[in-house]
């Protein structure tokens, strides 16, 4: 593939110069485009701040796109801060581990404002591994990050962008898969080797087959566009960058895609949204 390719997921997760400029050189040079989250998590992995996040996408424009981590917890978040963000150039929003389900009243203001700025949200849904925050919050982080939680928001905010990572995971790739096929405004990447390294392209084809029987053929199918590439890749870990890419395109070419669906996966859709075009 010779165009463009947007890795919607990756984390900025320790500060350390030289991690950073070898990832840095490791996407330019295979012709990926990366979008950077960290973010003070509470309840989770406390990562590189937001605005460190924003100096460092501006240091490496070519390369690097800021996307601001959002914590939802257990107050009303102001949604003021979100066109805040906007406006200092933040790309997209990151949310994980949220005190409430992500469809709670209480987040919704958050998604509105997003849709007015035109921020695209990806959202980690699926399994998540017990930690020391657990035992200190007792909350219910496998419910709260349900994919079916994304359903309220997509049906409320059709102009919004929503990315749900990882696809569910295993426990619920079915139903993140089916939610895919309901709603136009919904993707989903296959970011971290629990997804891309552990899909088949049989169980994938699976996943993405139409509601009703069809006779076309596989490269047909539309639900496959409703896939987004991301790696769940690290600053200290940039092979895990390309080892996605490999993976990804042996699923694609696997599932009998054309190289425009396998662009518009890789890339294209992405870029759009981020006006990169």
């Not at 997209?92 to 581990?97: D, H, P, V």
């Not at 049906?155 to 990572?165: N, V, Y």
């Not at 590439?229 to 070419?253: C, M, V, W």
């Amino acid at each position: 593939m010779n165009r463009r390719i947007v890795d919607v997921h990756v984390h900025y997760d320790i500060e350390d110069g030289t991690a950073l400029k070898q990832f840095a050189e490791s996407s330019g040079g295979n012709g990926i485009v990366s979008c950077l989250s960290g973010g003070e998590r509470i309840g989770a992995h406390d990562y590189v701040p937001n605005e460190r996040i924003l100096q460092v996408c501006k240091e490496f424009p070519d390369i690097f796109i800021p996307f601001a981590k959002v914590d939802l917890w257990d107050t009303e978040p102001d949604p003021g801060k979100i066109h805040e963000f906007a406006e200092k150039g933040f790309r997209g929003l990151k949310f994980i581990y949220p005190y409430y389900e992500y469809d709670h009243d209480l987040y919704m203001p958050v998604y509105e404002a997003a849709e007015e700025c035109g921020l695209p949200l990806l959202f980690h849904t699926g399994d998540f591994r017990p930690g020391n925050a657990d035992p200190v919050y007792r909350r219910p982080v496998l419910k709260n990050m349900n994919p079916l939680n994304l359903d309220r928001i997509a049906r409320s905010f059709p102009r919004l962008h929503l990315i749900m990572a990882h696809l569910g995971t295993t426990f619920w790739r079915q139903e993140g898969a089916e939610l895919l096929k309901s709603h136009p405004n919904l993707y989903a990447d296959l970011a971290g080797s629990g997804a891309w390294k552990a899909l088949s392209a049989g169980e994938l084809k699976t996943l993405m087959q139409p509601r009703l029987p069809a006779a076309a053929p596989e490269a047909d199918n539309p639900y496959y566009a409703k896939l987004v590439f991301g790696s769940d890749a690290y600053i200290r870990n940039p092979e895990i960058q390309t080892e996605a890419r490999k993976h990804y395109e042996a699923l694609l070419d696997g599932c009998e895609q054309t190289k425009d669906t396998a662009a518009r996966i890789m890339g294209d859709t992405v870029a759009r949204w981020l006006k990169l075009n």
